[in-house]
């Protein structure tokens, strides 16, 4: 194989941008990713999927518009040596280090075409949207690497990396890929919950095999223990494990040498009610309000799944055999206050009950668990279905509008985005000004410039980097918006820095509120 050039990657990054067609994503991607040598295989699939290895490697707009470069004139550039260069960048800091990044930077855009220099400013600044997303990223490797594609799917959702398993699937093959296996000390992506419109929906399409749990107004998060050492990542897999060592303490007092845990934590006031989220997500460090973490805000643990313990992976047993091990490990008295609140095989009158107590609770509402089911890590399906008292679909931030009135001077009426289930731009669904307090007006006034795409008479039109929980009546059909589909009577709950747009909901949840 001969060593592919960063032109390579951008002409294949056009070809993803330049059609809607998943197939014909997935196609271009793989053709490129059957040229690469195993050494390229990590970054390719880490860029064209809008990220780099090194993840935010310290350079924004400001470094970039300061460096500005002549371009070259014929691409010479090998991913190889853009990769080292980003690597150098991320790890170069202390005495004379904004020099050195400066020298870096500049070396990499006069060596790089104007097609390349424009490429890697929208991968450095996390503007690199070209509809390459998991989904098709994945469907592409499969391809490339003749494996099937249940099989890296597994692999990807254990491993947690997108670029690591197609390295493995590309060098290695089935067997590969097959050798992927849960590891404690590596978190793996969460099992997702579908909204359900109803509780008795959800009961009726599920059987009467399942457990109704609280769903918890707080933060997923996933904590693995290896004797002493204790981790903690939220469902993003970003790790707080310093962040939060009440946390720790309380699974490293656990009667157990390993394990894998799985639930929610949140900051309970003095009756036991839940806090405003905003207070359990300020110990995390991103809280859309704009406020410090507050020392005195207490996380208390709540675990709905057991993964792995003492050596003895769970996630192929059914939830009936995961809930009797968590049951167990959490059967002492000091441990019961960590386990969810949740009924198994309830009657219909039983599980209603749940749900009004979780309501009385100041829950968000509960969800119904098919008991037979494994444990399907990073997937969102209909095993697991959550039931709010009203809908609520997350969605991107994609622009806002100029306050009046009262709201002069702010950034008040949200634009909102679906995901586009094959990899586009997040479609616009609606607009929204209530449920905004004034804190969260004053945060989004301060917040949205630095996210501007372009300023327009009417306001900003913002990269999607912003999730927004919305409460809707429903959904109606529409000719004003490009995907047919606007909500009913939005209203923002709430912002979730701890989900990415990729968890967005997708424009086929939209239509799937239409009447009928």
């Not at 991913?79 to 080292?84: K, N, W, Y």
Request: proline content about 6%; aromatic content about 4%.
């Amino acid at each position: 194989m001969t060593r592919v050039l960063l032109a390579d990657v951008v002409a294949t990054s056009a070809a993803v941008g330049a059609t809607r067609a998943r197939t014909a994503k997935a196609r271009a991607i793989a053709d490129l990713l059957a040229a690469t040598a195993p050494a390229e295989v990590e970054p390719v699939v880490a860029w064209l999927a809008g990220d780099t290895l090194q993840g935010r490697v310290g350079i924004g707009w400001k470094r970039l518009s300061a460096s500005s470069t002549a371009a070259a004139g014929t691409p010479a550039l090998t991913v190889g040596e853009v990769d080292a260069t980003l690597a150098e960048l991320a790890v170069t800091s202390g005495r004379g280090s904004e020099a050195r990044r400066d020298a870096l930077l500049g070396g990499l855009l006069a060596a790089a075409t104007e097609q390349e220099q424009a490429f890697l400013v929208r991968l450095l600044t996390g503007e690199l949207r070209q509809g390459a997303l998991e989904g098709v990223m994945l469907d592409a490797v499969a391809t490339a690497a003749t494996v099937p594609a249940a099989l890296l799917r597994r692999a990807f959702m254990l491993s947690g990396s997108l670029p690591r398993v197609a390295l493995a699937a590309l060098a290695g093959g089935e067997d590969a890929l097959a050798a992927v296996r849960l590891e404690v000390g590596r978190p793996l992506r969460p099992m997702l919950a579908s909204p359900g419109s109803s509780l008795d929906e959800a009961l009726a399409s599920l059987g009467p095999d399942v457990t109704v749990e609280h769903k918890l107004d707080g933060a997923r998060i996933q904590v693995h223990r290896d004797g002493d050492e204790v981790r903690v990542w939220t469902r993003t897999l970003r790790e707080v494990t310093d962040g939060v060592p009440e946390l720790v303490e309380q699974v490293r007092s656990l009667p157990c040498a390993t394990a894998v845990l799985d639930g929610e934590t949140l900051a309970l006031d003095d009756d036991g009610r839940p806090r405003a989220f905003q207070d359990t997500m300020s110990r995390f460090g991103s809280d859309p309000a704009g406020r410090g973490a507050d020392e005195a805000v207490v996380l208390s643990p709540f675990f709905f799944d057991l993964l792995h313990l003492d050596g003895r992976d769970l996630l192929d047993e059914p939830l009936d055999v995961r809930l009797d091990a968590l049951a167990g490990l959490l059967a002492e008295d000091r441990h019961a206050p960590l386990r969810m609140l949740g009924t198994r095989r309830p009657t219909p009158e039983q599980a209603a009950q749940v749900l009004d107590d979780a309501l009385s609770a100041g829950q968000e509402g509960v969800v119904v668990k098919d008991l037979a089911a494994p444990y399907a890590a990073g997937r969102r399906g209909k095993a697991w279905q959550k039931v709010k008292p009203v809908h609520t679909l997350d969605l991107v931030v994609i622009g806002a509008e100029h306050g009046f009135g009262r709201r002069t001077g702010s950034l008040s009426n949200i634009h909102l985005g679906a995901r586009d289930p094959d990899g586009g731009e997040p479609v616009m669904v609606g607009k929204t000004f209530k449920g905004m307090t004034d804190e969260l007006l004053a945060w989004q006034t301060s917040t949205f410039p630095g996210l501007a795409r372009s300023e327009e008479p009417w306001g900003l039109l913002l990269r999607p980097e912003l999730v927004v929980e919305i409460a809707l009546d429903g959904a109606q059909r529409s000719v004003r918006y490009p995907g047919g589909v606007a909500l009913r009577f939005a209203r923002v709950l709430r912002y979730r820095p701890d989900k990415t747009p990729a968890e967005a909901d997708t424009l086929d949840a939209v239509r799937a509120l239409l009447p009928g």
